[in-house]
């Protein structure tokens, strides 16, 4: 921890690190907070893994056919959508399972991805990259990409707060209303899909799958209200990614996997702590 903060002011990557966990903590606790109360959590790992089948296209065809448009995040971004959309399509009008649609998805990008893999020698490591990215090797351009996913996130969410809250809590009743529940479910999946994509890019699908869900975890625990619940997750993301960063940095151990630990002690704490004060042990 002094280590950390003794060479904090020194060195460029350790401070572009912690505004990216700060940067993080907002799209997560906003995002995250609608995923949990919607019960789609799953969306995370499974849209993770369907880009792979546009970032696999999109870099074989920068490498075969010269399309040095064809950028990886622009194909995850769009497949991305894609998928977010298909999801809520089906779940709404063929009644499916999220789960299940989301779990074909899940298997076909990554088989679609694989085959481009295949045809593209050489490349596998850049893909394992936008997958599995590393927190301390963040640039400014990634900070740029996240400043803008946040306004983007906030903005959306502040605008179509109520219409969300409705679509989360109760659809049903949104559609009596006349609220086009439609429209905001998918609009709230694609917003939950482009978090996501985003920021596996840049820290990684394990960590993102863990701040879209353990501190949100712990804050619908202690709070009653949607908004309540995003302001408590964000704070909780940021002192995660905060203290994942400072306790890793000394002895050299992967920053993401300490703040997960981190993160998953604390929800495990926090649950044991309402449990025993529901039953009056405390």
Not at 55 to 65: C, D, E, F, R, V
């Amino acid at each position: 921890m002094h280590q950390f903060l003794t060479d904090l002011p020194q060195y460029p990557f350790l401070q572009h690190a912690l505004l990216t966990g700060i940067l993080a903590s907002v799209a997560c606790g906003i995002i995250g907070t609608y995923v949990v109360v919607r019960r789609i959590s799953y969306i995370a790992d499974g849209i993770a893994h369907a880009v792979l089948g546009g970032m696999g296209a999109a870099l074989y065809l920068q490498k075969m056919y010269q399309w040095h448009g064809a950028m990886p995040i622009y194909g995850a971004v769009i497949s991305a959508i894609i998928a977010a959309i298909i999801i809520g399509l089906v779940s709404l009008w063929a009644k499916q399972r999220e789960d299940t649609v989301i779990s074909a998805l899940w298997a076909v990008g990554m088989a679609v991805g694989i085959i481009f893999i295949s045809r593209t020698p050489g490349y596998n490591e850049d893909l394992m990259g936008y997958l599995f990215g590393n927190i301390l090797m963040v640039s400014s351009s990634d900070l740029w990409m996240l400043a803008v996913l946040d306004t983007i996130v906030v903005v959306m969410g502040l605008l179509f707060y109520n219409q969300f809250l409705a679509v989360c809590f109760d659809d049903e009743f949104a559609r009596l209303r006349g609220l086009r529940v439609e429209f905001f479910y998918l609009l709230l999946l694609c917003l939950a899909a482009l978090t996501v994509v985003v920021l596996a890019t840049v820290v990684g699908i394990v960590m993102v799958i863990a701040l879209l869900t353990l501190p949100i975890g712990i804050a619908a625990l202690f709070s009653r209200t949607l908004w309540r619940m995003m302001v408590i997750s964000s704070v909780l993301c940021v002192l995660f990614t905060t203290s994942g960063l400072a306790l890793s940095y000394g002895p050299d151990y992967p920053a993401g996997a300490t703040t997960i630990i981190i993160a998953g002690a604390a929800y495990l704490a926090a649950t044991t702590f309402k449990l025993a004060l529901s039953r009056g042990r405390l």
